[in-house]
């Protein structure tokens, strides 16, 4: 038996049904978040569900109870479910009325699902690291929310599954902006340089992580957009996100990072990033 959420509650999967006019599914109205789960606890769950009432509240969708019950109620479902490592995934929607893009009034209620998955640590890749390919940005101004409009970033990620790569490298013109659902870095002389956080990019919970990580390891911190040229340039290249954790970027299009091979701050940022991680209860 497996369990979902659906708005306070958690339910059994098949006792979810989605009405057809619901606003997600007419018009991508509505925002989500992934949250980690290592070894049966969420991971900087208070960080992301506060990006969730933010990315929310940027759309004027009002969520119907607080931080902390949210929080309970993923913790409730993670339990249900008996995640061990895995994520769960979570979606608000402006509700279920007849389809019309000016919002609806106050009657027609936001819709709230989640669901977990079990889902192994890509190790290979931390190990290995991966390809990633440019393609040109496409999406709107407003990368700062966790929109469910993805298609600017699925039409990214197939294009790199296509040419046989793991990730899309986006950029505006010859500015790298982030993954398509991942932030970009590069590494220069012991120098981690990436997107600052405004409305180009989604700043990630893994970025921030990273970024403290990068700190305390003694490396200095660059938020400062890279060019595609600069970005071939560096000694090394990472892409982070709450699935990809810290996973290294030996080659682009074809053209090596480095020398091929994840580089030596690569494999500190990844042991540090370790020391972050929850054990667990039988740690
Ligand atoms: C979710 C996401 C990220 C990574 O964010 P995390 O909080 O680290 O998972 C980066 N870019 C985009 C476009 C995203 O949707």
Redesign the pocket.
């Known amino acids: 038996m497996s369990y979902s959420l659906l708005n306070d509650q958690i339910v059994k999967n098949d006792e979810i049904v989605i009405d057809k006019e619901d606003r997600g599914y007419q018009f991508g109205d509505g925002v989500y978040e ?1 949250v980690k789960v290592y070894n049966g606890e969420l991971f900087t769950a208070t960080e ?1 569900i506060d990006r969730f009432y933010a990315s929310a509240e940027k759309i004027r969708i009002a969520i119907p109870y607080t931080k902390d019950k949210l929080h309970q109620l993923l913790h409730q479902l993670v339990e249900a479910n008996n995640v061990d490592t895995g994520h769960v995934y979570f979606q608000i929607t402006r509700g279920a009325c007849p389809r019309n893009h000016i919002f609806p009034g106050d009657d027609v209620k936001p819709v709230i699902t989640g669901n977990t998955k079990e889902n192994p640590r890509p190790v290979a890749n931390f190990e290995n690291g991966v390809k990633a390919t440019f393609v040109e940005d496409i999406r709107w101004l407003r ?1 700062d929310i ?1 929109s469910l409009n993805l298609l600017g ?1 699925v039409l990214a990620k197939q294009e790199a599954h296509e040419k046989g790569c793991y990730e899309a490298i986006l950029h505006r013109g010859e500015t790298i902006t ?6 970009i870095y590069g590494i220069k002389d012991g120098v981690l340089y990436t997107h600052p956080a405004n409305n180009l ?2 700043n ?4 921030q992580v990273l970024l403290t990580c990068a700190t305390e390891i003694g490396m200095s911190v660059k938020e400062e957009a890279m060019t595609k040229e600069q970005l071939l340039a560096m000694d090394e290249a990472i892409v ?3 699935t990809s954790e810290v996973t290294p970027i030996i080659d682009i299009d074809g053209k090596a990072i480095g020398n091929g091979t994840p580089g030596e701050w690569t494999r500190k940022l990844q042991a540090q990033f370790e020391t972050k991680i929850p054990k667990g209860i039988n740690a």
């Open positions: 992934v992301h990368c966790k970033a982030e993954g398509s659902s991942s932030n990019i989604l990630g919970i893994t970025r982070s996100s709450t």
